[in-house]
């Protein structure tokens, strides 16, 4: 996650007498690269996955599943294939926030030719297959766990740990240790204290408890060695966490994309924005935390809660002190607006930002738009700094922009070039949660690489007043949104950029697979894309089964991985219909998730019966899926043998 410059850490209080200067040579930094690099253009399309793994402990003996806290002993070795080899490394690999969480990416981007379709799951796999070189089975696994379920139970790691508010120096938590966080790097503690102490006390994240026949009324969770914040933070019936670790210990998705310059970077993220709530709610893998099942399937709002510094003055919930000012949403959230000048109709938000910031934007000839982003970014402070990292030369150096940049963490993000690179103007998506398996993942990165090619193809604009695409992240959250709930979206997709174009609701369904005599769905128009193009009979196959995947989440004929876990909860022989998840229950679960991720089974419910080239899923294909799949790609595939 983010910037990983080393040095010595400064506490808060050091920090915020700095925070006025960092902020201002961090937009010196961003000037000196838009000087630079505003004008380059013909970047190719590049693109590449960031995968978030969990190292899993399962005591066999015990049945218990833990985290295990070992990824600084598993990182230098998978490391090592990219110091020797940079440039060629298969893989890469980086810390997380906590010790149980590794970061694997393929260790260079994909290209912009559809056939590198066939290379994401290959990709994936032999990722996985270096992390399973590492660990230690039987009693280590590696699963891919959006939110792990238990997070914050006791003896929730491995090794296990007391924890209280004194034994927690950097998070105060009355449930996650620090000795969970990533050890060796200061960052991730420093973070951890430094958002705290700016807050002004420990988060207090609450999310509904998913009610059930025995669920306790009302529900109140258990507050061990509180000193009188876990009272006051909690609310009944919902399940109460107090640490960053809650939040920034899940693991997402992400995308990072290569624009051909920059307006086109702005252009993708904006229409990218609108599909962060609709893709979250495609992926929902979060149904329960800290032990108890939820009425949210996604990580989202305990990630936002778990990184909120702002004061209580700047959250609503204190008086202002001198230099406040309200503070509408987290640093971890849905942006605020859009980035193109032509989208300027379409942010029906206040934006906050000091007037000096923008102007000294505005001084070096950047647009309204693009200031006011850079500006708006910078209302968040510095959390985080070095005292080796303070003088720096901010015409070489981005480290202060960089900053404040990496902690936005929003639903998508726009990142300049680093100085000196060969690297352009790219865009992330960040919103969708990670799956199990292989095939799952990269049909989520496939679909997004794609839409955004027909996005850019046929000129489509899916733009909705902002407003209402924090909306839709709201509802995408939900229990079962994927099913039951109904999102702002664009009926009419042409290139009218006028904010006056009617916005509907929609299911998911309809977004993805159109509606009679309406909306013709996402889908359609992704295939009339690649029957556009000269693609080989391979790589439509692989597309197709990564479509139809997202297809029949969004049709509700397959599960998505929280429906799925919670499924799995609610009918385990141990579950007493009170909201708990249990150790035995946990510890099935986490076996199971690690079989049906290995391929040992399949999972007919949450994916079907795919047979993408690359990952050979053993099992035969049942009749029914097998028929669907072939009338989908037959039409595909004549039109190809005609060509
Ligand atoms: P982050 O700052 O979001 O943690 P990472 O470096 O971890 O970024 O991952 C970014 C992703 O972008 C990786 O999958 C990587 O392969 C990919 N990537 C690398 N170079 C480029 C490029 N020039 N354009 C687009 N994506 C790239
Ligand atoms: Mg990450
Ligand atoms: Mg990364
Ligand atoms: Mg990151
Ligand atoms: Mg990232």
Known sequence: MGLLSVGTPLAWKDTKKLAEYVKKHGIVQFINLYRKLKNRQRDTLKWG????????????????????????????ELQEDENNNPGKNTSAWRMEYANYMIEGTPGQPFGGCLTQFNRVEKSMKSRREELERMIQRPNEAIICFASFPRIGCPDFTEPTYEVSPELNPASNSLYYPDAAVYPDHPRFLTLTKNIRSRRGGRQAINIPVFRDEKTPEPFLPATPNDDGQAAKGMKPDHVYMDAMGFGMGCSCLQVTFQACNIDEARLLYDQLAGLGPIMMALSAASPAFQGTLADVDCRWDVIAGSVDDRTPGERGTG??????????????????????????????RPILYD?????????????????????HLFIRDPISLFAEKLDLNDEVEVDHFENIQSTNWQSVRFKPPPPNSQIGWRVEFRTIEVQLTDFENAAYVVFVVLLTRVILSYNLNLLIPIS????NMRRAVKRDAVLNEKFFFRSAL????????????????????GKDGGFPGLISLMKSYIKSMDVDVDTVCTITQYLNLISKRASGELKTPANWMRNFIVNHETYKRDSEVNERIMYDLAVKCDSISRELVGCPELFGNPKTKSANVTLPRCEKVKQEVESITEKILQQQELD
């Open 355 to 375: 007037k000096e910031h923008k102007q000294m934007l505005l001084d070096e000839g950047l647009d309204d738009v693009l200031a006011e982003h850079i500006a």
């Open 49 to 76: 996955d960031e995968i978030e793994y969990t190292l899993v402990y399962l005591d066999h003996e015990k049945k218990a599943a833990r985290l295990l806290l070992k990824c600084n002993e598993y990182l230098p």
């Open 468 to 471: 209402k695409v924090e909306e």
């Open 319 to 348: 008086p202002l002190q001198e230099g406040e000012r309200l503070i509408p949403k987290s640093r971890y959230d849905c942006i605020d607006m859009y980035i193109s000048p032509c989208s300027k109709d379409f942010n029906d």
């Open 494 to 513: 042409n290139c009218n950029k006028n904010a006056d174009e009617p916005v509907e609701e929609m299911s998911i369904d309809e977004i993805i697979n």
